[in-house]
């Protein structure tokens, strides 16, 4: 069985966006495969979040993740800072990465442009702790997105670097896994092409968001005045609606408003009611969920705690070995 590992950081609610391109192929993943989903709270610390704010953040994606349909039973769900294996994999693995390598990540290279008051050592040796991440539990798959391709590779590198170093065949090299066909991007709201919280928040439906907040957001969506012509190519803005309504509505009802977008027909209000009422349709019962698990702290941290557990399991035995293999042995 395939051991598929992924991490998020926890930086406030999930969207549809990490529900439609994560979270569903996640629900379907821990069925047929041995599943690793962690929230990153350590990779989160180069953002210097409050400390309020981690702890509120670090519970939000946990509920989000349960009431969405991730098993604790089926899957290993747990948080970063209850791994310390991860720690220590990741000081090893850092005596051979070199700071040059680590100065060309693009990531890297966009967080100096972003913050150029904090950049901060973290930032430099994320790579080395999400390799730290992937290989502490060996991990064949690892779904991510464009973004992360690059650390991925880097993962691979320190694998192989480690491998090579020792002359042992002990680490896997991690592959990415892309869902193919269901690779899907959700666009925002706001006539953007993709639904993200860290480039607009109000460009966003979270999962936790309440019937009414739902309706106003989508109620508020960019629109135009309508083609003038039959049949002709939708602006970004229209096709995004478009898409929203792929995901959520019946392919009748999708059917419905696209023929009245060709036949100019058209009314962007009406279609923006129907859409907003599929939404919390969708919604519902992972909201209603989410309430329930929110104010089960006793649930939650059995979760928690389940996850640690069968975490340290998993990474255990990949730290003693890599000790012993450094020379790292009782006198
Ligand atoms: P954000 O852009 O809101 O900060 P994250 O980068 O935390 O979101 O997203 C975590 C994961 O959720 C991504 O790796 C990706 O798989 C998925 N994801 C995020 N936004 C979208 C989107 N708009 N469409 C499809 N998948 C998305
Ligand atoms: N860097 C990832 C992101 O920003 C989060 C992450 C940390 C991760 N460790 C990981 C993802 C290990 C996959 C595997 O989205």
Redesign the pocket.
Known sequence: MDKV?????PTGFLHLGNYFGALKNFIKMQEENDCYFFI?DY?SLTTHPHPADLRTNVKNVLVDYLAAGLDPEKATLYI?SDLPEVCELSLLLSMNVYIGELQRVSSFKEKVRRQPNNVNAGLLS?PI??AA??LVHRADK?P??K??EQ?LEMTRDFAQRFNNFYGVDFFKLPVAYNFGQELVKIPGLDGSTKMSKSDNENSCIYLSDTPEVIRKKVMKAVTDSGPIEPNQPKPQAIENLFALMRAVSSPETVQFFETEYNECRIRYGDMKKQLAADMIAFIAPIHERILELRSDDDYLRKVVRLGAEKAHESAAPTVRFVREVIGIKPL
């Open positions: 590992l992924s991490g998020i950081r990153a990779h970063q994320y702790l999400m991440d992937i690892v991510v997105g973004d992360q650390h």
